[in-house]
């Protein structure tokens, strides 16, 4: 059963830090391609970060140089590390795969305000 469990969201301030965390269960996660995804109200998902199982990142414009995604192979754990927050961050972060699965655990809520 494939289980992907989010945390670490929050309410912040303009220009705060939240570090972010995804545990993922039943799938091969050391060889696979994972990403951290959001939705904004009323947009589509994005993807936002991603890391290859080579530890290889990319990044959407928005988040570059804000935003850095890691990852824990051994403990099948994910992280984004997000600084200088901004209001056009909030949203609902999920991980999943990249491409992604079907499955997607409840996210965590970002919401970045005064």
């Known amino acids: ?13 303009p220009g705060g830090s939240l570090r972010l965390s995804c545990v993922a269960s039943g799938i091969g996660f050391s060889i696979l391609s994972m990403g ?11 993807l936002v970060a991603e890391v290859t199982s080579g530890g290889s990142t990319n990044y959407v414009d928005s988040v570059k140089g804000r935003f850095t995604i890691s ?14 927050l901004k209001p056009e961050d909030t949203a609902v972060y999920c991980c ?15 919401t970045v305000a005064s």
């Open 36 to 46: 951290w995804y959001r939705r904004a109200p009323g947009k589509q998902r994005e």
């Open 1 to 13: 059963q494939v289980q992907f469990v989010e945390s670490g969201g929050g309410l912040v301030q």
């Open 71 to 84: 990852r824990d192979n051994a403990n099948h754990t994910m992280y984004l590390q997000m600084n200088s």
């Open 96 to 110: 999943n795969t990249v491409p992604s699965r079907p499955d997607w655990g409840q996210g965590t809520q970002v």
